[in-house]
């Protein structure tokens, strides 16, 4: 299936976004502009994980990505 149909099947409560090349996170987080993507929970919620191209390498910031991850899926575990 197409991507966009693989994202309406998943309906993702989070979208994960890596802030890296020519288009901006803003502009990839434009997707509730896309009416066949409207109904997804993550959409619908704007709940969107940004993460920079050097949070995705393996390196000391692991521990800190790990971290953001896991405060984004489960932010009641950070209250």
């Known amino acids: 299936p197409s991507a966009g149909k693989a994202v309406v099947e998943a309906d ?7 802030d890296y090349g020519e288009t901006t ?3 990839k ?4 502009d896309n009416e066949a993507l409207s109904d997804v929970t993550a ?3 704007e709940n969107f994980l940004v993460i920079t191209l050097p949070e995705v ?9 790990i971290e953001k991850f ?3 899926f489960h932010p009641e575990c950070f209250e």
């Open 29 to 32: 987080i434009q997707l509730e």
């Open 43 to 45: 959409i619908k919620n």
């Open 12 to 18: 993702p409560d989070i979208i994960v976004i890596n």
């Open 57 to 65: 390498f393996a390196s000391t910031r692991v521990a800190d990505t």
């Open 25 to 27: 996170a803003d502009e």
């Open 70 to 72: 896991a405060e984004a």
